[in-house]
């Protein structure tokens, strides 16, 4: 979303820009590429994800500016802030790879 008042953008929708205080908002479509800002591995994860730990958790910062949280298929070693990514699955959540 992109607010019409100052032109920020958010991913997840909000309701009020955290920027300006709008409340007027276009949707827009972001791309599927960004840049890890922060990232950790889960080694101890939840039952629900039991199987697939060890895993990395990162924040994204897609190219429009918005950060999304979510998984990034990599090895540890290629892990690294500053990174580019793309989205390669969001059908059970948001899954990126190193580009």
């Known amino acids: 979303m992109k607010c019409e008042n100052c032109g920020a953008r958010y ?8 920027d300006c205080g709008g409340i007027d908002f276009d949707q827009t479509t972001i791309s599927d590429t960004g840049e890890i800002e922060v990232w950790t591995t889960i080694y101890v994860p939840p039952l629900s994800h039991g199987e697939d730990a060890p895993y ?9 500016g918005p950060k999304l949280t979510a998984r ?3 090895d540890s070693e290629d892990m690294e802030a500053g990174k580019k990514v793309e989205l390669v699955s969001d059908e059970k959540f948001k899954l990126f790879r190193i580009i």
């Open 11 to 18: 991913e997840p929708p909000i309701n009020t820009c955290l």
């Open 56 to 64: 990395h958790i990162a924040v994204i910062r897609m190219d429009e």
């Open 72 to 74: 990034v298929k990599a």
